[in-house]
């Protein structure tokens, strides 16, 4: 079984300033996807970014990056220029290629971001 | 013009009580979960059903009972509630037949057991 690792509990940053999340994973599948989502105080589950295990490219969302790497089972979440908003609970999420409703997604434990103006 | 929405948002009931929580998503997708978040806000699949059947079932005690009466819906009855049950229930959805898909998310029940 998939499982996923968030080893940072509590992260914080100053405003304008760059993060790092880390989050690391474990499977013996070949291709697969990735995500990291927002769960802000609103409980709101928000997709930030996603990446598939196939490119080699990071993706990028405007001020959000990944450094992904797949031999290291490696996937961090770069928030640059941090705003107030970007405070959450951040989960990186694992997920087979799997299709027809097995497409469940294996969560990390969660990291809470706090900015601080 | 909400994509998944969850009735209710809060529930607060006696243990031993029997509750339902339901999901509509108006997105189209075939496939729908129920995901628990427990007090640790750590976020666990329970159920996924697939145009109406059920696909995951992830050792979910069988006082919870999922049922989906169309592609669209997909509702949540507990029976006889224990403590433990408190949590905030996730809905989501997604297309089935897709690759590399969103899975989109209701806003969440937040159960309390008392």
Known sequence: AQTVTQSQPEMSVQEAETVTLSCTYDTSESDYYLFWYKQPPSRQMILVIRQEAYKQQNATENRFSVNFQKAAKSFSLKISDSQLGDAAMYFCAYRSLTQGGSEKLVFGKGTKLTVNP | ?114
């Not at chain 2, 666990?44 to 059903?49: A, E, H, Q, V």
């Not at chain 2, 996730?90 to 690759?99: K, V």
Request: with cysteine.
């Open chain 2, 1 to 114: 013009d909400t994509a998944v929405s969850q009735t209710p948002k809060y529930l607060v009931t006696q243990m031993g009580n029997d509750k339902s929580i339901k999901c509509e998503q108006n997105l189209g997708h075939d496939t729908m979960y129920w995901y628990k978040q427990d007090s640790k806000k750590f976020l666990k699949i329970m159920f996924s059903y697939n145009n109406k059947e059920l696909i995951i079932n992830e050792t979910v005690p069988n006082r919870f009972s999922p049922k989906s009466p169309d592609k669209a819906h997909l509702n949540l009855h507990i029976n006889s509630l224990e403590l433990g049950d408190s949590a905030v229930y996730f809905c989501a959805s997604n297309r089935g037949e897709s690759s590399y898909n969103e899975q989109f998310f209701g806003p969440g029940t937040r159960l309390t057991v008392l």
